[in-house]
């Protein structure tokens, strides 16, 4: 394979860095006057486009000594990762209009979409750990890329934790290695089916190191101690990008990881990792939305439910391991339809405290009458995340649940019992917030007005929430794909 | 009792440092308030997997050998990545300081649950 086609495979992340790097120079050479935010927009279409010609052309396979793959999973991930980055490229128009450095911020954001797409691909220790350091350091500075203390605060406690994630993730790494001989994806499950007894504690070991540094990037407990900081100091922006995109990217890594790798039911450890998951599932769901009640700054309830919400994906995992056959699916499935709910609230927030320069909960009350299609759109993505039907995160949850109850294990029933009396605790805050938007009085009467482009996305997020909520066979079919790929 | 003539050293004894010097470093990173010294003990932690990714290269893995290098080529990795890490963590640490006179941990808490 010519060195050419090999980098035609991760094309698309090559377009990422290129457009990053002219960008900045662009800036460099004549500052504050390039068009940072069109060659933003441009080189994400160009990633998009190039995404878009591999899977018309069916492309698959490997590059670079088997260090990247490309193959339906990846593209499914590519996708969703450039569409959020393009979503939070027009949204943070204003935020970059403000500051200081927005070529910089556009730039950094470019970085961290074509990282966490390589993550995607990566099919070999070195590389997953490569690319999640580069899409980690290019967040911790985004985080920090705001003017105020908040903002330099939330880098810097981002930057310590994540340092020590990404050190135990690479002890988990470096016993993989040692166990394996190698540090190829397909090699490592090579190893592991070919289940070696007297080597079984150090690979629980290895796996437990591995799903600690992990952790700490899907924001599961208890490794999410920095996720309500990091989400309430960083620029709204950089948050809205942190929940989406880079929680996607982590639960992509995982299951790459942990399915094609560690293998899933039937190997001598797959009951193990199932009931860690299960675990961290249940710990992180019952934290999340007991912490989320408490919260009146929007941007912290968010971060808690977040948390939840990787708790129920972490559900999905549990039942990967456990041999459900629709559980890989379901992660997509789940994790296709919380990227477009997830988006449109924080689209929403964003174009609030743009608006009235607040995070407060009690400054969304009556928000239905000062800016009645951004507050329906806010309110329709809140019964998305709650999971109340006819929107598509009721059947993200059924599809998910039934993968647990489907993999037949009596702990995984429970679970899914946990996760059920969980959505009813997170449907009392995410109600909570629906109600002052909707019934309470305003505090002000000014109509608050988003920008057109923002409307658009607003309406794109609706339109996404409820089209896969009546219709979802496209994004079914398009998940159980890219979950094949894994196998 | 007199000291063996010949101390072979093996892979254990270099797993065995490794992990004391990787817990070290993590002991370090989770008990100092001071984000210069918790920085300190990420690169103990770093050290310690290097450490072990080159005994493992060296002596070959438990399901036998290991593809020729993996380890050395994995620890040049580590090395540049933890260099660009901590380049941009003693950036952040400054900004923070200029801003707060401080990079004490536990003062740093503008945001409290």
Known sequence: MSAWDQFHLIGPVVVLFGGAGALLTWDLVQPRRAPVLALALLTLAAAFGYTLWHALTGSAGTAFDGAVVMDRFAL??????????????????????????????????LVATGAMVLLTQANDLVSVFIALETTAIAQFVLAGIGRDARSSEAGLKYLLTGAVSAAVLLYGFALLFGLAGTTALPGIAAYVAAGHEETRLALILAFVLVAAGLGFKMATAPF????????????????????????????????????????????????????????????????????????????RLLAYSSIAQAGNIAVGLAAVAAGSTIGPSGVLFFLGTYTAANLGVFIAVIAVSERIGSDEMRDYAGLLRRSPWLASILVLCLLSLTGIPPTAGFLAKLYIFNGAVQAGEPWLVWLVVVAVLNTAVSAFYYLRWARTIVLD??????????????????TLAAAGVLFFGLVPAPLISAAQRAAEALQ | MSLPETLTVTLAHYLALSGVVFGIGIAVALSKRN????????????????????????????????????????????????AAEAAVALAMAVLVYRRRETVDLDRISLMRW
Do not use: C
């Open chain 2, 35 to 82: 984000a210069i010294a918790v920085l300190m003990g990420v690169e103990l932690m770093l050290n310690g997997v290097n450490l072990a990714l080159l005994a493992f290269s060296r002596f070959g893995a438990f399901a036998g050998g290991t593809e020729p290098l993996a380890g050395h080529a994995f620890v040049v990795f580590v090395l540049t990545v933890a």
């Open chain 1, 76 to 109: 499914f991930f590519a996708f969703l990762l450039i569409a959020v980055a393009a979503a939070v490229t027009v949204a943070a128009t204003e935020f970059a209009r403000r500051s200081d450095n927005a070529a910089e911020f556009y730039a950094l954001l």
């Open chain 1, 441 to 458: 009085e305003p505090l002000e009467g000014t109509s608050i007005t988003a920008a057109l482009p923002v409307q658009g996305l607003l």
């Open chain 1, 224 to 299: 999410h101690a920095w996720v309500p900081d990091v989400y309430q100091g960083a620029p709204t922006p950089v948050t809205s990008f942190l929940a989406v995109a880079s929680k996607a990217a982590a639960f992509a890594v995982v299951l790459r990881v942990f399915y094609a790798g560690l293998g899933g039911g039937g190997t001598i450890i797959s009951h193990d990792w199932s009931a860690l998951f299960a675990v961290v599932a249940g710990v992180s769901m019952t934290f999340g939305n007991t912490a989320a009640i408490l919260q009146t700054d929007v941007k």
